[in-house]
């Protein structure tokens, strides 16, 4: 990402998507969150008018399928049996990231579908499996075409559509027992002296930042997964997008017990990751997705994403979201089979999203 100036790369993206903006991207390599070890080889496309960039996509060389959150392990396992290799394959995403927005970015319409079409020279001229572009924004569909195969899957995002002005509207909106319990949640939390402060990057001190960085290994570390963000990526989010950096940190007797870091977007805030020191009910729900809530709405903001999976958020005020990916497989009888089984995931999906919805906590 260095190689490309700041300006010119975000000059082909509205700036409402904190993850596409090139101190997003240009942090991650600068501070060792990628390494080619890890599976992650920056290769992104570009497209030039002589020195204008008229369009990019991030995108990376992948050895394995590791913090994609779109999964294709079924697919590599089909390609060892056949003793075909399907790594490296060309995967265009932001990194440990299941966020929806611009993938393609492009000054018009004809440069976003040039650039999908270097994609594919790009992979077979690399002889690569496949290409993958992962959690799309939904007006970028209709510059793909046939030979990309889509695939769906469900997120939970909440979303301020009826005009909440504060809490207690949106309580007001679920029916009487889901009400209760968040109200019971949140009465524990606070019964146990937990307070808690909201901060952007320029608000937070170095303390605030290590602890934040110290919750996200702990979580690593009980769930057995390698953490890839470092300290000084927070650092550098802090400094490079002070406003866009948001965290929530619970302390309790004057110390930071646990934390949620977050990115905030033109109209979105985006949760992704939480940790802490200490377990009692209810902090993981107040941490993570009330004070986020509490946050969109007395910041104006119209939707909260906290991330992948998670069907517990429904009773929270998270309801079902499509989530979209395209993927490029260049074997044709690999592809036809691809196709017949992504059209089956999609109706499986789409079956399993209207379930979800009818478990929604508000009142008809």
Request: charged content about 25%; hydrophobic content about 45%; aromatic content about 12%.
């Amino acid at each position: 990402m260095a190689q490309v100036s700041a300006p010119a790369w975000d000059g082909l993206h509205d700036g409402a998507n904190p993850f596409v903006a090139h101190a997003f991207l240009e942090g991650l390599e600068r501070h060792g969150c990628l390494r080619p070890q890890w599976g992650w080889t920056p290769r992104h496309l570009t497209l030039w008018e002589g020195d204008a960039l008229v369009a990019a996509a991030p995108g990376y060389l992948k050895t394995n399928s590791h913090g994609e959150f779109v999964f294709d392990h079924a697919w590599a396992h089909a390609y060892a049996r056949h003793g075909l290799d399907y790594f490296p394959k060309w995967l265009g995403a932001v990194p440990y990231s299941p966020v929806t927005g611009p993938r393609l970015l492009a000054r018009d319409d004809v440069a976003r579908r040039a650039l999908l079409d270097a994609i594919i020279d790009d992979a077979t001229a690399l002889g690569l499996s496949s290409a993958h572009v992962n959690f799309h924004a939904a007006h970028e569909d209709a510059a793909f075409g046939d030979d990309w195969l889509p695939r769906t899957d469900v997120q939970y995002h909440w979303q301020n559509a009826a005009g909440w002005p504060d809490f207690d509207a949106f309580l007001a909106d679920m029916d009487h027992r889901h009400r209760k319990n968040i109200r019971q949640e949140r009465a524990k939390v606070r019964r146990a002296g937990v307070g808690f402060r909201v901060l952007h990057g320029d608000e937070a001190d170095a303390r605030d930042l290590a602890a934040m960085h110290r919750f996200y290994l702990a979580t690593f570390a009980d769930y057995g997964n390698a953490p890839a963000l470092t300290l000084e990526f927070l650092r550098h989010l802090a400094a490079a997008m002070p406003r866009a950096l948001v965290l929530v940190l619970a302390d309790l007797d004057g110390e930071a017990i646990a934390g949620a870091l977050c990115l905030r977007g033109a109209d979105t805030l985006y949760g992704r990751y939480w940790g802490a020191s200490r377990q009692m009910p209810g902090l993981h729900f107040e941490t993570c997705y009330y004070q986020g809530i509490e946050y969109c709405l007395r910041e104006g903001l119209r939707r909260f994403e906290p991330g992948a999976q998670g069907e517990h958020k429904i009773a929270r005020g998270f309801l079902p979201e499509f989530v979209r990916s395209r993927h490029w497989i260049a074997d044709a009888g690999f592809r036809g089979a691809l196709r017949d089984w992504c059209a089956e995931e999609a109706d499986a999906t789409r079956q399993q999203a209207a379930w979800l919805a009818r478990r929604s906590p508000f009142r008809a």
